[in-house]
T-cell receptor
Framework: EAGVTQFPSHSVIEKGQTVTLRCDPI?????LYWYRRVMGKEIKFLLH????????ESGMPNNRFLAERTGGTYSTLKVQPAELEDSGVYFC???????????FGPGTRLTVT | DAKTTQPNSMESNEEEPVHLPCNHS???????IHWYRQLPSQGPEYVIH???SNVNNRMASLAIAEDRKSSTLILHRATLRDAAVYYC???????????????FGKGTHLIIQP
């Protein structure tokens, strides 16, 4: 069974540009989560989808971040326009049950210069 | 989610048991105790979880104090591949529509000496 995959693995963009990160959860997992770790900080929860619906986006830092999960399969996280402080590693996770084990992807390392 | 406290780092020798402590004195009756770990350059990985009774799986054991204010993750025979940051996380089973994401702290950096 394929695990959670994320694309790209690395992205380097300039301040003000737009970047879109993609996450493919484990097939059949209705729950999809986005997290990020910025330099020197702890991993922080961003938002949670159940199928295509956003359940909780309390962790989204500001309106420059837009997450979508059309059709309840893969998800994208768009940052527009990117700022220097957005640099970090963005993780996606999925789970079958709401309170079950979360399976994490390898992360996308975003560098904004 | 209630807060947990873990040592910043621990060191152990290969092939010896490792006991990673976690304090959660403000745990509520509906909080499950979860452990995740993050190996270098990888995403976090689930290890084990429990509510009141001790739990065992192929990766580790979880010992939960009777008053549930602390717990210990036990790696029975550490290998170099177990070198990682270990996170103790509380998850409220009744959180419902609230924040369902995991709340990561700083975790314990486990160093394994060959």
């Amino acid at each position: 069974e394929a695990g959670v995959t994320q694309f790209p693995s690395h992205s380097v963009i300039e301040k003000g540009q737009t970047v879109t990160l993609r996450c493919d959860p484990i097939s059949g997992h209705d729950n999809l989560y986005w997290y990020r770790r910025v330099m020197g900080k702890e991993i922080k929860f961003l938002l949670h989808f159940v199928k295509e619906s956003k359940q909780d986006e309390s962790g989204m830092p500001n309106n420059r971040f837009l997450a979508e999960r059309t059709g309840g399969t893969y998800s994208t996280l768009k940052v527009q326009p990117a700022e220097l402080e957005d640099s970090g590693v963005y993780f996606c996770a999925s789970s079958q049950d709401l309170l079950g084990e979360q399976y994490f992807g390898p992360g996308t390392r975003l560098t904004v210069t | 989610d209630a807060k947990t406290t873990q040592p910043n780092s621990m060191e152990s020798n290969e092939e010896e048991p490792v006991h990673l402590p976690c304090n959660h004195s403000t745990i509520s009756g509906t909080d499950y105790i979860h452990w995740y770990r993050q190996l270098p350059s990888q995403g976090p990985e689930y290890v084990i979880h429990g509510l009141t009774s001790n739990v065992n799986n192929r990766m580790a054991s979880l010992a939960i104090a009777e008053d549930r204010k602390s717990s210990t993750l036990i790696l029975h025979r550490a290998t170099l591949r177990d070198a990682a940051v270990y996170y103790c996380i509380l998850r409220d089973v009744w959180s419902g529509g609230g924040a369902d994401g995991l709340t990561f702290g700083k975790g314990t950096h486990l160093i394994i000496q060959p």
